[in-house]
């Protein structure tokens, strides 16, 4: 082997980077001297980029392809160098290899809750939280801009101060929008992409983009979702006064059970109370408050039973008008709220006169 044939084994001849991790963004081509081989194959595969550094200034960028490094590929190196097409001898250079792919599931989400006027529920907290993508979209910036002299950049080192860029901005975004908050479910795909192009102008001065952001999730402080649950529980059920009277009658068609025997005792206790409040209310003499009249009676309602099952309530009319059509009779059996059991309508006072008001058969002809 000749001496020449010795030194030129000495030089990098072929430079390629394949990446064995998923979070490296950047990693310099190591070689003692950095001394690189005129001639020298360079492969720049899919999803990267070269960026060559010569005295400490970037020199060129290659994109995916495969070169050889010759003054006629490298015009700016020529021009650094002063090199004419017959210089032949190796030279020194660092190179960078920059992943140009996007690093995608990368988490966003808010320390502090953002305070917020919404138009319904006044000053509110807020918190949200989301997933982006990175992709350097200007090797040559990125490195001049974030990297620097650093052999071995991963994501992890900006991933911080970007997830700072888009909590300030979502939250700038948010104000502006006055977006009441029951609305915002709805509308996270139109509120991702307004942050995106908010950051967009401030990231690109980093040599990267943001081609995706997604808001996941927005959510109030678990108090405020309590208090929330119970309106909405209240819209569900609608006027309480009808589901009140519902769930009397449910109880009525059943006296004996234990929810039948508390809504006859929770009635009593509302009447009272209402009393109470009536005579509490009212003027007398002496400046003491004077008694309210009693309320009106209160009518028996009725429930019948036949062949094992109940109908009803009805009034002492309807119960009047049945006796005449013969759909009550004196073998029927009633029960109302405070009867001991079931009784033959004959046997309650209340109803036997309907009985004894009827008029006699008619006559035969």
């Known amino acids: 082997m000749g001496i020449l044939d010795f030194l030129s084994g000495q030089f990098i001849d072929v430079i390629h980077w394949t990446d064995d991790t998923r979070d490296t963004m950047v990693w310099r081509f190591e070689r003692e001297g950095h001394e690189i081989k005129y001639g020298a194959k360079l492969t720049v595969r899919e999803g990267q980029a070269a960026v060559f550094v010569h005295e400490g200034q970037l020199a060129d960028v ?16 020529t021009t650094l160098q002063h090199w004419d097409h017959g210089f032949r001898s190796p030279f020194k250079s660092e190179i960078y290899f920059v992943s140009t792919r996007r690093f995608t599931d990368l988490k966003w989400g808010t320390k502090n809750p953002i305070m917020l006027r919404d ?8 918190r949200a939280f989301g997933t982006y993508t990175v992709k350097v979209a200007d090797p040559g910036l990125f490195i001049k801009e974030i990297v620097g002299t650093d052999g071995e950049f991963t994501m992890d080192e900006i991933s911080f101060q970007i997830r700072n860029i888009i909590v300030q901005e979502f939250s700038r975004v948010l104000a502006q929008a006055s977006m009441p908050v029951l609305d915002m479910a709805a509308n996270t795909q139109d509120l991702g992409r307004l942050v995106a192009e908010a950051i967009s102008q401030t990231i690109a001065g980093y040599g990267v983009t943001l081609p995706e952001l997604y808001v996941e999730n927005i959510s109030l402080p678990p108090a405020v979702e309590q208090a929330l649950d119970e309106r909405t529980s209240r819209g569900v059920v609608g006027n309480l006064e009808q589901h009140f009277r ?5 109880s009525l068609d059943n006296p004996n059970s234990g929810v039948g025997q508390a809504m006859g005792m929770g009635m009593g206790a509302g009447l009272g109370m209402q009393m109470g409040g009536a005579m509490a209310g009212a003027p007398g003499p002496w400046g003491s ?10 009518e028996h309602v009725w429930h019948l039973a036949k062949d094992g099952q109940t109908s009803g ?19 029927s059996w009633v029960w109302t709220q405070g009867q001991d059991g079931w009784k033959k309508a004959e046997d309650v006072p209340e109803l036997a006169q ?5 008029p006699p058969p008619p006559p035969a002809g």
Request: proline share 17%.
């Open 62 to 77: 290659f994109m995916p392809g495969l070169y050889m490094l010759e003054t006629n590929n490298m015009p700016i190196m």
């Open 119 to 126: 138009p319904e529920f006044g000053p509110v907290r807020l």
């Open 246 to 250: 519902y769930k009397a009658a449910q």
């Open 289 to 298: 408050p004077a008694a309210a009249p009693p309320p009106p009676p209160v």
């Open 313 to 331: 309530p009805y009034s002492k009319a309807d119960m009047g008008r049945m006796t005449t059509d013969g759909s009550v009779t004196r073998e």
């Open 354 to 358: 309907l009985f004894t008001v009827m």
